[in-house]
């Protein structure tokens, strides 16, 4: 918990820091989608070996490995900060390389979970784990433009996290397993692919990470918030800090929630209301022009979003063998990567061509549609009940 809070808080302070310093290069919407672009690509072309690995090798060596990756790649962004260079494209060669490594410690770090607490105890575990993800949601934006606003300069936000980096590659040598992981079985092509095969033969699996896909690649607003802290609200880098961190503060608080008062029932109905209710209050955040509304819209943006991440990571982690579960988590993993940073390109792109007002406002519509759509298409997901291991009851 302690090595994931600080790469959780490592990664988003940097992401202020990128984004600002990318945006500050350029003053191009369409340069914030990029940066969501070069950190998915790899994903796209890696997942596969990804899940396969987490499944073939003890999955918290491969975090050890990804977090000295993490801390490399941020030691490359201070370097080009000192180099003083004007060159984006080489932020995105180190975005691109940084996307290598999460792409490995995605599946390596969702599937890990199962085998530290008892089967009893998975749903609270995931609300805990939750909480600790969005506390360092938070604290890691409010840090990095706080250390930006105030220095004019993201080298203390690259050397910090480069250190957090290193004390959570510490931590992690730490770890000692409560349950075996499974045997690794064979390599071959199709158990490689097994993973995708699993979740295209389960249909409540796939609404669930299809649904998650479509409704955050349309409403995703945090790659506009640049924009939206230099151009709508003018509160500046200190300001997008706290833009940054209030979806945190909402999923924090709703995370506590599910924590004390575990989903007990209409799991699947309670998550089409969540993901609705991301689509609304997108819509708030895009119409706003005061401060204090745009940050409460995006708190219970992060609110919603958490009761859909607790539902269908339960879901998926527990409806999926532990021998398989590096592959399963890999296809959710390029399933988030696309929905979040792809999702980044889409409104990287639309507001370059309709304004950055009208991109967040059509995500919101978009995420709504998505809904009503999943309802028709995937009517088991909606009759989900109970979350139990195996079988989702329905």
């Known amino acids: ?11 988003e302070m940097q992401a202020v820091a990128v984004a600002w310093q990318v945006y500050g290069l350029t003053h191009r919407p369409l340069d914030l989608g990029l940066v969501g672009l070069a950190q998915f690509l790899p994903g796209l072309f890696l997942f596969l070996l990804a899940g396969h690995t987490a499944d073939r090798f003890p999955r918290h060596r491969i975090l050890a490995v990804c977090f000295a990756g993490f801390a490399a790649c941020s030691l490359g962004f201070a370097a080009l900060t000192v180099a ?49 993800f969005t ?80 409704a955050v690649l349309l409403g995703g607003a945090v790659a506009l918030l640049p924009a939206y802290a230099n151009d709508i609200l003018k509160i500046g880098a200190k300001g997008l800090g706290l833009l940054r961190s209030a979806p945190g503060v909402g999923a924090m608080i709703m995370a506590a929630v599910v924590a004390h008062r575990p989903i007990s029932r209409r799991a699947g109905a309670l998550m089409l209301w969540a993901v609705a209710g991301f689509g609304v209050f997108t ?3 895009g119409l706003s022009r005061n401060v204090v509304l745009s940050v409460v819209a995006l708190a219970l943006v992060g609110a919603c979003d958490m009761v859909s991440v607790v539902v269908r990571q339960t879901m998926i982690q527990l409806g999926t063998p532990d021998e398989m579960r590096g592959r399963v988590s890999a296809v959710n993993v390029i399933f988030i990567g696309a929905s979040n940073e792809v999702g980044q390109l889409e409104s ?35 009759r989900v009940d109970e979350l139990k291991s195996g079988v989702l009851r329905s």
């Open 1 to 11: 918990m302690a090595a994931r809070f600080l790469v959780v808080a490592s990664t």
């Open 84 to 132: 003083g260079t004007r060159n984006v494209w080489l932020i995105y060669l180190v975005l691109l390389a940084n996307g290598c490594v999460r792409v490995f410690n995605g599946p390596a770090g969702q599937s890990l979970a199962p085998l530290l607490v008892p089967e009893r105890d998975f749903q609270n575990a995931v609300a805990w784990n939750a909480t600790v």
């Open 135 to 214: 506390g360092s949601a938070i604290v890691g934006p409010m840090i990095g433009g706080l250390l930006y606003g105030f220095t004019g300069t993201p080298l203390p936000v690259y050397l910090g996290a480069s250190a957090a980096y290193a004390v959570a590659l510490v931590l992690v040598g730490l770890i000692r397993l409560t349950a075996p992981q499974k045997p690794r079985g064979a390599q071959s092509l199709g158990t490689v692919l097994e993973g995708l095969r699993y979740i295209g033969r389960n249909r409540t699996l796939l609404g669930a990470v299809l649904l998650d896909l479509f």
């Open 283 to 285: 819509l708030v955040f």
């Open 348 to 382: 990287g792109l639309t507001a370059q061509w309709l304004g950055t007002v009208p991109a967040v406002l059509a995500g919101g519509i978009g995420t709504l549609l998505v809904v009503a759509v999943w309802i028709a298409l995937f009517p088991a997901l909606r």
